[in-house]
């Protein structure tokens, strides 16, 4: 389903409606101080060899040098040389064994931190989890070029329903449908909305209320994203900035994203696809890797600048890393057993490198952590009692695998 | 030879069988069960359902659309005792059962997905009247799957019946996921790698032994015909390598809990009707494949009579006995044990007559219950004590929005009329004839595509968990398509009520239309507010538009309830 508007077309369309709330930076303001999520989510999964735990002039090493950071002692692969100059203020787990070399298996577990279905992704889960009294705008919103890859979609948000779904933001186009339709006056639809509120509290009364009441926050949303569509405007920002992040769609997105967490959107995720390289996969991850790194350096500059990055948790992970031994096509394959996952911001602790793999990568060392430990960390950072459960109707569920704990070592 | 008669046959010596046996019956033992269930876990049911919601929810899950305001007043009028088995019966008998058991078939058997290249996916009118074909002779479950499975697309095959095989781009891994997942409720996607830790009933052996029905096929372009087909190889073992444990497997097919099977000695140069070339496709004298169809699709084979009562369950109450439906396993007993053995029991009995089965599970009180909760309670889901809001689909969605403005039955009154006029002796019989009901869905189908796509969620999903999002309701505040639903046009409900001059019968007839039920006393003096200062017929739809849009954003109308 293609839509049929160019980016440029729904902006300059953006632009001349008539009637908007303005975009009030008040209300940057006032929403900016709560924690926030941002994840950044290397899809296909990148090669921890060529990026947080290099080995290089070993059997599997591949051809790139590691290369010294601003941390002492510690190298990241030479395709990251923007980020080496960040490294004391990121925190980096390389012994991540999350035993799922699969895609979609891979895209939900880490991001549920659970195998079992059916559990919110970090993002729904967060989004619920952080929410306030009178939030309007959506609590999760993913933004990704758009791709066949459809499972970076799945997961989303499980038993806590439609409210905590990750709204989707394609090709940095804002969702479709956010004009008034012309020839309606104002009167009109304000008792279309009457109508339907007064029916739907009508409907409250004698039924299960959470179906109706997370319909009902759907139209509440849609309103909030109508008022401030101005968020989705890039043209808003200075060529010079534009170029800062990258033309390409991962820098317009780490952009986009910058502007959602300002507005107050408590979680947004980034999808960077194409890291999925069974051949030539020293190739691909210098192509990956030039754009990752220098935007992940300008987004973190800038939060950190807007005073954003203190109650800002960043993630980037894949759904899992690529293995050591290299395929007769030049490739790396599907790899769970020994791969990395940094963090920065919020609640993290600045300049650490947290667990080691063996001298071929082929194997955790020591302090080896599961997708389940990353989960309560991620929470515990954002300041979530991750050994809290959900209760829904009733029914309790425990927020974060109780068979695993966070990662005190990473944790400010 | 058509298999089409005998099946029909029997299934209407099994129908009357079943009726025969009134008071036992499969919707009996469902109540008896449950009662003693709820009784065990103290859980309170609700009410039994009022005429309006069982006629709406009765029409939504056998027809896929809600009823006219016609039908409605006719059903609430109605004084007969027997009255809701009436319906039900009526319900089953109408076209629109096949053309929704053919959407809803659609959606469960090819979870909207597609191939890697589109255009190589089997139209899916073809498809559909495939289906709708096979629900209109009420064919077996089984009958059905085995053709699903055994087609390549070859015309002595049914050919449509391949999308669930092109729709999976004829992957093996993925094929064994969906076959496992979809016909026996089982997911050994863990086991592709590993023995599930998680589940001890999941072997990597089994899946390798689904595996091994599948491996040696793949997808087939014929660029010439322009048409997708399997090919298939005569040659090709399959192993496997736990990824824990290191320890080795070979495998022959194999069902889970089954023998592995064979294959036969053929003389060598002999293994192929016509061997695969660069251009052509495969076909071997013994296929692998197509003892899968001949194999797996029988009530003798664990999980298979269970999954399709499941199913059946879910499509009716909104969740399986066994949830998610396809994670049937140890540690994820049903909820009732006792309920979905009466139903495979009686699939089994009944040759997976999925239409006797819908039937009987549509005569349980269960079914039957109130969506409105007991006072005082809210009982879990998996008690089904009260009847779930379900978020309509998104089929069920267009339909009943089509409907509930007067474009669907103004579409087919003009269908009639042209009958009428050109052949006045086939009107009746059209009528009842899936084909042309068809072919006039199909007109409205292709000028709502816009109304569909809103609601429809990502390839790779069932309509198990259909939710609203904010981009649905962003879609009803403001797309033009919408709009076009609810303003005056020729034969449309608008047209109907603003024609009105006593508002009080306008209110009614909006509130029959929209919501299936008479208006209660506010609603309608609402209704007599907004119009009673309009005079002519313009100005009162200038003035029910709002209200109107206002019902058919409302969760009384989103949710099958």
Request: proline share 6%; net charge neutral; glycine share 6%.
């Amino acid at each position: 389903m293609q839509t049929s508007l160019t980016r440029r077309q729904a902006i300059a369309r953006l632009a001349g409606a008539a009637g908007t709330a303005a975009f009030a930076p008040s209300a940057i303001a006032t929403s900016a101080r709560r924690k926030q999520l941002l994840v950044l989510f290397l899809s296909g999964g990148a090669s921890q060899l060529e990026t947080w735990d290099p080995k290089p002039g070993t059997k599997f090493g591949g051809p790139f040098r590691a290369i010294n950071t601003s941390l002492d002692g510690v190298r990241i692969g030479e395709l990251l040389p923007h980020t080496a100059k960040i490294m004391h203020r990121l925190a980096v787990v390389r012994s991540v064994n999350s035993n799922l070399p699969d895609h979609e298996k891979g895209h939900y577990a880490i991001q549920a931190g659970r195998l079992a279905p059916g559990y919110p992704v970090l993002g729904s889960a967060v989004a619920n989890l952080l929410e306030q009294p009178g939030d309007v705008l959506p609590g999760y919103i993913t933004l990704r070029r758009a791709g066949p890859k459809a499972y970076t979609d799945t997961g989303d948000a499980g038993f806590l329903g439609a409210k905590y779904e990750g709204v989707r933001v394609i090709d940095g186009l804002p969702p479709e449908n956010l004009m008034v339709p012309a020839g309606i006056n104002a009167a009109a639809l304000q008792s279309r909305d009457a109508v339907r509120r007064a029916a739907d509290q009508r409907f409250l009364r004698s039924h299960a209320k959470a179906p109706i009441n997370g319909y009902s926050t759907t139209f509440d949303q849609a309103r909030a994203l109508m008022q401030r569509r101005e968020i989705f405007d890039l043209q808003a920002e200075s060529p010079k900035d534009i170029e800062r992040y990258g033309r390409h769609d991962f820098g317009k997105n780490c952009m986009l994203a910058r502007r959602l967490l300002e507005a107050g959107v408590p979680c947004v995720r980034v999808v960077h696809f194409d890291w999925d390289a069974h051949q030539d996969n020293f190739y691909w991850h210098q192509m990956r890797c030039a754009e990752f790194d220098r935007t992940f350096v300008t987004l973190l500059d800038d939060l950190e600048q807007r005073g954003m990055l203190e109650h800002t948790l960043v993630v980037v992970t894949g759904e899992m890393g690529r293995t050591p031994q290299i395929n007769n096509l030049g490739g790396r394959d599907h790899w769970g057993r020994a791969w990395s996952v940094a963090m920065a911001g919020c609640g993290i602790k600045q300049g650490i490198v947290h667990g080691a793999t063996n001298d071929l990568g082929t194997e955790v060392k020591e302090h080896e952590v599961g997708i389940g430990d990353l989960f309560h960390t991620y929470l515990t950072a954002l300041g979530i009692d991750s050994s809290a459960d959900y209760d829904l109707n009733g029914q309790t569920n425990p927020i974060a695998d109780p068979a695993a704990k966070p990662i005190k070592a990473v944790l400010a | 030879m058509s298999p089409r008669i005998p099946h029909h046959l029997l299934t209407l010596l099994c129908l009357a069988a079943s009726l025969g046996a009134r008071g036992e019956g499969l919707h009996n033992q469902i109540d008896v069960l449950l009662a003693k269930d709820w009784a065990a876990a103290k859980v309170r049911p609700a009410a039994m359902s009022s005429d309006p919601e069982f006629l709406r929810r009765l029409h939504l899950d056998l027809n896929g659309v809600i009823p006219t305001a016609a039908e409605t007043r006719a059903f609430l009028e109605d004084t007969h005792p027997d009255k809701r088995v009436r319906l039900i019966d009526q319900l089953l008998g109408r076209p629109e059962y096949s053309l929704h058991m053919a959407r809803v078939f659609d959606v469960m058997l090819i979870e909207r997905r597609l191939p890697a290249v589109k255009s190589y996916d089997v139209a899916v009118a073809a498809w559909r009247t495939y289906l709708a074909e096979a629900f209109a002779a009420n064919k077996p479950w089984n009958a059905l799957v085995r053709e699903v499975l055994a087609s390549d697309g070859s015309d002595e095959l049914q050919p449509a019946a391949v999308k669930f095989y092109v729709s999976r781009d004829a992957d093996p891994h993925q094929l064994t996921r969906d076959v496992g997942r979809v016909f026996l409720g089982a997911d050994l996607q863990c086991a592709q790698c590993h023995d599930d830790p998680r589940f001890s009933d999941y072997k990597q052996a089994d899946y390798f032994g689904i595996y091994a029905f599948l491996s040696r096929m793949s997808f087939h372009r014929d660029a010439k015909l322009n048409r997708s087909f399997i090919s298939e190889k005569a040659v090709g073992d399959v192993s496997f390598t736990s990824v824990f444990t290191t320890e080795q497997g070979k495998t022959n097919p194999r069902l889970p809990g089954g023998e592995m099977i064979a294959d036969p000695m053929l003389e060598k140069g002999k293994e192929y009707v016509s061997a695969p070339t660069s251009t052509a496709r495969g076909v071997p004298v013994y296929s692998r494949r197509k003892q899968l169809a001949e194999q797996m699709p029988r009530t003798e084979t664990p999980g298979f009579a269970r999954n399709l009562g499941n199913r059946l369950w879910a499509m009716m109450l909104g969740r399986g006995l066994v949830h998610p439906l396809d994670l049937h396993h140890a540690k994820n007993p049903p909820s009732h044990p006792a309920v979905l053995s009466a139903l495979e029991q009686w699939l089994v009995e009944h040759r997976c007559d999925i239409k006797g089965c819908l039937r009987e599970i549509a005569l349980s009180r269960c079914y039957q219950l109130s969506s409105e909760l007991p006072a005082g309670s809210e009982p879990m889901a998996d008690a089904f004590a009260v009847a779930p809001l379900r978020g309509l689909t998104p089929e069920q969605m267009r339909w009943s929005l089509l409907r509930a403005s007067g474009r669907l039955d103004a579409s087919f009154m003009r269908a009639e009329e042209q009958l009428k006029k050109t052949k006045p002796a086939e009107v009746e019989a059209k009528l009842k004839d899936w084909h042309w009901v068809k072919e006039n869905y199909e007109a409205l189908e292709k000028a709502t595509t816009t109304l569909i796509a809103a609601f429809t969620p990502l390839p790779g999903t069932d309509d198990s968990k259909i939710d609203p999002v904010v981009d649905h309701a962003l879609f009803l505040l403001n797309n033009p398509k919408l709009m076009d639903l609810i303003k005056a046009a020729p034969g449309t409900a608008f047209d109907r009520w603003s024609a009105f001059t006593n508002p009080a019968a306008m209110a009614e007839d909006v509130y029959l239309s929209i919501f299936n039920r008479l208006p209660l006393a506010d609603e309608a003096a609402e209704v007599v507010k907004i119009v009673s200062a309009t005079k002519t017929a313009k100005d009162r739809a200038e003035a029910l538009q709002p209200l109107v849009w206002g019902l058919l954003l409302s969760a009384e109308f989103r949710f099958n309830h």
